[in-house]
């Protein structure tokens, strides 16, 4: 019997469950619209900052959402079953994404945002500014599928250095190093605390895997963790010397961003101050224009020259197979359309993908096919040779293996 329609015969439970889930999701949906409207018609023009006896303005959202009246909010805690700060902060989530995340909103309406995730966001984005919402709006909606909390922590982050600096803790140095000797395990251990520059901490990490791996040659079974541990002592009494020859910074230079870059090793924002300070410290500084992803990238041979690769990987960012969240750096370049079928090696025609052989922890499914279009993988079921196995435990959902 064919893969497929052997699935589609196995499939029914779990077509209930999808559709469960689905009702579940348009539920949550559509109790967000019923608070909306109902705050539509619960709005004030009173002044919330005004001192009034009995019932006030309340402010909920961050700046741009509309004033709701007090008593009437604290009807609709009790009609969501929910205390009044419970459902208060319900209302604020609801009024920020309506009124100051209208890309995440449209989202949440379509489908493609879940309620939950979409709370999540709106929670953090409460203390920006119009403008920074606005920013952080606008950039998670280009990958709203993909969206995990690292990610919108370090968009709020840059945001806050952008449209509020008032805000910001970069003016203000915390980096330390503590080692806790008041509370030393039975063991003889204790816990050491520390918050370093992003050269020094790469710096730190080389260390610690040179020695580490000094140590395994020569003998030594205990697990890693334990050895950088041993590496991490055997450098405080000067036994593995830091060799700063090889630190190398790369900065891409653009014009649009003249106050807050961004560090590819962390993904994080930082402030040019910063960068100069590691331009000062680095053995060697290399100078690059930005990648222009907008730009069309093709060569004539099989594989792809690292140009074009840096252009894949920050286009994608991570492993385009839904939900994958392994970072596109660790990937594969895949040929969309094969190379022997007359695909061409080019910047719409790969992706990265976590391509593995299948092995015992794997199981056979009917093959997606896919097709790229603006960077992102579109994926439809159909019926054909070949087959997609999906890997048990992995942080890959999904890996291709189809014959075409």
Request: aromatic share 4%.
């Amino acid at each position: 019997m064919p893969a497929a329609t052997a699935t589609q015969k196995a499939d029914p439970a779990l077509a209930a469950v999808r559709a469960r889930d689905h009702a579940a999701r348009q539920a949550d949906v559509d109790r967000l619209v019923a608070v909306l409207d109902w705050a539509t018609e619960h709005t004030t023009e009173a002044d919330p900052a005004a001192m009034t006896f009995g019932e006030r303005a309340l402010t909920l959202g961050g700046p741009g959402c509309p004033a709701i009246e007090e008593f009437a909010a604290y009807d609709l805690a009790a009609a969501l079953g929910s205390s009044t700060e419970s459902g208060l902060k319900y209302l604020a989530r609801a009024l920020e994404l309506h009124h100051r995340l209208p890309r995440l909103w449209a989202a949440v309406l379509a489908g493609r945002l879940p309620v939950w995730k979409a709370a999540k966001i709106a929670d953090a984005t409460m203390r920006l500014p119009l403008d920074g919402a606005t920013h952080v709006d606008a950039r998670l909606a280009q990958a709203v599928s993909s969206i995990i909390y690292a990610q919108l922590d370090r968009l709020v982050d840059e945001a806050i250095t952008r449209h509020a600096p008032d805000q910001a803790t970069a003016g203000r140095d915390q980096r330390h190093v503590r080692v806790d000797l008041d509370h030393a395990t039975i063991d003889g251990h204790v816990r050491l605390d520390a918050l370093l520059t992003v050269p020094d901490a790469l710096d730190l990490e080389h260390a610690l895997q040179t020695s580490a791996q000094a140590l395994a040659d020569a003998g030594c079974d205990q697990f890693l963790d334990v050895r950088r541990s041993i590496a991490l002592g055997d450098l405080a009494r000067g036994d593995q010397p830091l060799d700063l020859a090889g630190r190398t910074l790369v900065v891409h230079l653009h014009q649009d961003s003249p106050d807050v870059g961004r560090c590819q090793t962390t993904r994080t924002p930082v402030t040019v101050k910063t960068i100069r300070t590691w331009c000062a410290t680095a053995a060697k500084v290399t100078i690059k224009p930005v990648i222009d992803l907008a730009d069309h990238v093709h060569v004539e041979a099989y594989e792809a020259p690292d140009r074009l690769r840096e252009h894949v990987e920050l286009r994608d960012l991570t492993c385009v197979f839904p939900h994958c969240r392994r970072p596109a750096t660790r990937c594969d370049l895949d040929h969309v359309v094969p190379y022997s079928a007359g695909g061409t090696t080019s910047s719409d025609n790969l992706a990265s993908r976590k391509l593995t052989p299948p092995d015992d922890d794997c199981f056979v499914a009917p093959s997606v096919p896919s097709s790229l279009s603006s960077g992102r993988f579109k994926i439809s079921a159909v019926e054909s040779v070949g087959h997609a196995a999906f890997r048990v435990g992995s942080r890959c959902d999904m890996f291709a293996r189809c014959a075409i």
